[in-house]
């Protein structure tokens, strides 16, 4: 047995192993020691002495503690963010059934000669592919709005950290962290309102498309769809609407502009605020040089040659015409599923020489006639629309008052009351007696109250005698004369009364110059057509108008001739004198109601008839506008256009009688009988009306029982 000095008892502070545990084990000798030891106690009867208690050393420092609670704290965060974006994905349709929503068509409305006169739709303009536009102009959007996009998964982490960086330090402006892809999921599927809620289902969407689109569609689905301001959805919408051309041929500088204005289409439109406009554009040229996307020689063009915006020529009438074809076309091709194109008989040089004329005029003297408003239709003999305006200003009103505008047309409306007379036997030298008449009470008069006496036809309908048109109206009947209208294409409803030969049933401008048109044509009815053909933009022809799409002969070869020489006799000693154009052989009628609150004239040669309404909107009178003075004006300014190097195309009929040209034209006043007549002041005395009145007094006589 060892010496007591030579036991070992066991150490219970030793240090802790690596484990970070005390070590207990023990040497036999110790485990010996301590063994007699408890055996000598137990003989003794004494208690073995209660071991110190142990002191556990800390194992972790306060750097492991913070990595391990960071660690939980990033797992209860990453299970609430899922839980969040479980939440709002919720909210979503179901990833399987997620499509893109189909692009609102566009509707290409071209004229004759294939240009452009407006889009019509939501977009504003037609879907365009990657492969029709300038390389150029796609790397715009990506130099400024998503630098990354071609690296990145939808969401790109390093442009949100650079973006609230720069931010933070106010270095560079204000910027955002959403990628193409995104903006693309909140124009897609989205609204624009910035929450949280919002940006959550926007990265979730943009992942869904970055998992079903590539990239290049993802670009080329975020052009066509992106807003740019003035209505415009759409590259394609944007460069015809701020530069007048399609997409495809924009220059890098317009590019630039456009690509920058997707930030605040409002703030940066180059129409409305040029200089920022600019600036943001040259930002936009220094990212694609910095990028590589253009040489240094590009930038330096590009950055010396600003792009400018169209600015809007003349009234923007040709948005009238459009709104027609708008109108009809639901008839040719019902629902628009997709993007088509429709070609139009409007002629860009008639459209725009309509426009002009008319605006011109009202410039002029509008203001001392006190008459504010005006429309103006021309339409070739077949009814084809060559120009319709619709307004004097269509930025201002885009009411069309050329196709919807109901007003009375006056002495205008004459002319079928004269077909109905001559339809039943009376012909251009019949005579009847222009005096006083009473029909129960009312006693019309006419314009200058005065009376002429025996009077041809001919002249009576030159001179726009009411008295003599009221005869007639009630000799042949009302309800004949209604019929006889609507039979050249009146629609309006008519009132069979005496005063509807004065033009107190109100009508179109567009109903009533296509009622002139089997005038010209020799007597086939037409109706007025503005759509040639449709087809989508791949050329697949959806409608194409017939070539026979008339309402057959409505008038008489032989009353087609009476009816022009009568109207034709207009020009030479009648109303319509200042509309004379040389060479040509010219009828028409003018028109002018009671009170002076609409004045009218419709004329025509034998290949175009063009007509115009002037007054006021609120039906305020004007001061003294005749069909004699402004509209004859605005229409002589626009045949002399539209007729310009021409061969000249006789009237139907026109044998029987001879053109302005050869009637000799005779100084004011020199008849007092034909003094004031009209509505155009002092005419042109003719002698053969003279010799004729009182050749036919006893049959004008005989017919009155006067």
Request: aromatic letters at 8%; glycine letters at 10%.
């Amino acid at each position: 047995m060892a010496n007591g000095r030579d036991r070992r008892e066991p150490v219970f502070d030793a240090p802790a192993d690596e484990a970070g545990e005390l070590d207990f084990r023990l040497s036999p000798e110790d485990r010996a020691g301590g063994t007699m030891a408890r055996r000598r106690a137990s003989r003794n009867n004494d208690k073995p002495s209660r071991p110190r208690k142990l002191k556990r050393k800390s194992g972790r420092s306060l750097f492991s503690k913070l990595v391990y609670a960071g660690l939980v704290l990033c797992l209860w965060g990453v299970i609430g963010v899922g839980g969040v974006v479980a939440y709002y994905a919720s909210q979503l349709p179901p990833i399987d059934q997620l499509t893109v929503p189909k692009r609102p068509p566009n509707i290409a409305i071209m004229a004759s000669d294939g240009s452009l006169l407006a889009n019509r739709g939501e977009t504003g303009g037609r879907t365009v592919t990657l492969k029709e536009l300038p390389p150029y102009l796609p790397k715009a959007f990506v130099a400024i709005e998503d630098r990354r996009f071609y690296d990145h998964f939808g969401i790109d982490p390093v442009g949100i950290s650079r973006a609230i960086y720069r931010n933070l330090s106010r270095s560079g402006g204000l910027q955002g962290g959403s990628t193409l892809t995104q903006q693309l999921a909140k124009n897609l599927f989205l609204t624009q309102e910035r929450t949280a809620s919002r940006k959550i289902q926007e990265a979730i969407l943009a992942l869904w498309l970055e998992r079903n689109y590539s990239k290049d569609q993802i670009l080329e689905l975020y052009l066509n769809r992106v807003y740019f301001g003035a209505g415009a959805y759409g590259v394609e919408a944007a460069a015809q609407r701020y530069y007048g051309k399609s997409a495809r041929s924009v220059s890098l500088s317009e590019a630039a502009v456009l690509a920058g204005l997707v930030q605040s289409p409002s703030r940066l439109a180059p129409n409305r605020n040029p200089e920022r406009a600019q600036a943001r554009a040259e930002l936009v040229i220094a990212a694609m040089n910095e990028l590589g996307f253009i040489t240094p020689g590009m930038t330096k063009t590009a950055l010396g040659t600003p792009a400018e915006p169209v600015r809007p020529n003349g009234a923007g009438s040709a948005n009238y015409a459009a709104d027609y074809v708008m109108d009809v076309l639901d008839d040719f091709v019902g629902n628009v599923e997709s993007d088509i194109v429709v070609s139009t008989t409007i002629e860009p040089t008639m459209q725009a020489a309509a426009e002009r004329v008319l605006v011109d005029e009202l410039n002029a003297k509008g203001q001392k006639f006190n008459v504010s408003q005006g429309a103006f239709v021309a339409l070739k003999p077949d009814g084809a629309v060559k120009a319709l305006v619709g307004g004097r200003n269509y930025e201002t009103s885009q009411f069309n008052r050329a196709t919807t505008a109901r007003r009375q047309p006056g002495s205008s409306f004459k002319p079928f009351v004269y077909l109905a007379a001559v339809e039943r036997g009376y012909t251009p030298d019949m005579v009847l007696e222009d005096g006083p008449v009473n029909f129960g009470g009312w006693a019309p008069k006419n314009y200058d109250r005065k009376y002429r006496g025996p009077i041809t036809l001919r002249d009576a309908l030159a001179l726009s005698l009411n008295t003599i048109a009221v005869k007639l109206n009630m000799e042949v009947g009302p309800k004949a004369v209604v019929q006889t209208a609507q039979r050249l294409g009146i629609s309006s409803p008519l009132q069979a009364n005496g005063s509807l030969a004065l033009g107190t049933s109100e009508v179109t401008p567009l109903e009533l110059v296509s009622a002139y048109a089997p005038f010209a044509n020799g007597g086939i009815g037409v109706v007025p057509y503005v759509i040639t053909q449709v087809k989508t933009t791949d050329g697949k022809l959806i409608y194409k108008r017939p070539n026979s799409g008339g309402l057959g002969r409505v008038i008489d070869a032989n009353v087609v001739a009476s009816m022009n020489e009568m109207m034709h006799n207009t020009f030479v000693v009648g109303t319509a004198q200042k509309a004379q154009v040389p060479g040509w052989s010219l009828a028409g009628k003018t028109g002018t109601t009671d009170d002076y609150k609409d004045a009218w004239f419709v004329g025509f040669s034998g290949n175009l008839v063009a007509g115009v309404w002037l007054g006021n909107d609120d039906g305020t009178l004007t001061k003294r506008v005749t069909g004699g003075n402004l509209p004859t004006e605005v229409w002589h300014n626009f045949m002399k256009i539209a007729l310009k190097d021409q061969q000249p195309v006789a009237l139907p009929g026109s044998e029987r009688f001879r053109a302005p040209s050869d009637v000799p034209v005779a100084g004011a006043g020199q008849d007092p009988r034909y003094a004031n007549a009209g509505e155009n002041g002092w005419i042109q005395p003719q002698a053969a009306p003279q010799r004729r009145a009182s050749r036919e007094k006893n049959f004008f006589e005989k017919l009155f029982g006067l």
